[in-house]
Nanobody
Framework: QVQLVESGGGLVQAGGSLRLSCAAS????????MGWFRQAPGKEREFVAA???????RYADSVKGRFTSSRDNAKNTVYLQMNSLKPDDTAVYYC?????????????????WGQGTQVTVSS
């Protein structure tokens, strides 16, 4: 079992930055691929970024060049640095954990989910 707790969301003006954190329980954190997803009101949940245990990363086209994911396996924590934020980035952001070493883009590949953190970008 892996428990995930996100933090770092909030209200920011367009062009600003936020860093989300996701703290995980368990002693095998380094073996999980960690994903970030988001869900805006009235929209389906969508893939944002993922980072494997070996720190390979992939990003959705909509955030490429603006968001960066990293992980600190010693702290069982994954981060999502979000720069140049846009109003379209407004959503609840979730971190998720998937067993395995690949990058997974589908949310049903992830067995464990955090509670989500709200990110609101004002224009």
């Amino acid at each position: 079992q892996v428990q995930l707790v996100e933090s770092g969301g909030g209200l920011v003006q367009a062009g600003g930055s936020l860093r989300l954190s996701c703290a995980a329980s368990g002693r095998t954190f380094s073996t999980y691929t960690m994903g970030w997803f988001r869900q805006a009101p009235g929209k389906e949940r969508e893939f944002v970024a993922a980072i494997s245990g070996s720190s390979s990363q992939r990003y959705a086209d909509s955030v490429k060049g603006r968001f960066t994911s990293s992980r600190d396996n010693a702290k069982n924590t994954v981060y999502l640095q979000m720069n140049s934020l846009k109003p379209d980035d407004t959503a609840v952001y979730y971190c998720a954990a998937a067993s395995g070493w690949s990058i997974y883009y589908r949310d049903d590949s992830y067995a464990y989910w955090g509670q989500g953190t709200q990110v609101t970008v004002s224009s």
